[in-house]
């Protein structure tokens, strides 16, 4: 399956972020859902199952992505799903913060879509 047929979803609060990186991605060949909120993203969870891989924004006011994620990965439907956490805050011990909860990479805002690509790229390369 062409990878970039497969759905990344984009959980984030801030509705610029989201219109940013979909409009990028989306131009790139992805094909991309959206969610404001962790419950709203567990509700696109359910209704998409082509989606492959989470872009999680860590700080969220209702659920931050330090709950979410342990959450993904109790449900057996989501543990698979690869999750990068996003976050503004790129301070010193924020990567191994995210990768602890659960998240699989970290990207630092504003991204950079080269290397957001390239962590597509890897996630969707090693799914079977």
Known sequence: MNKKL???LIIDDDSRNIFALSAVLKARGYTCYSAAGMQEGF???????????ILMDMMMPEMDG???IPRLR????YAHLPIIAVTAQAMAGDREKCLAAG???YLSKPVNIEHLEHLLNKYLDARP
Do not use: M, R
């Open 74 to 77: 109790a449900n057996a439907d």
């Open 66 to 68: 330090y709950e979410a």
């Open 103 to 105: 998240a699989d990479d």
């Open 43 to 53: 509700n696109v969870l359910a209704q998409n199952d082509s989606i492959k891989i």
């Open 6 to 8: 497969q759905g990344i």
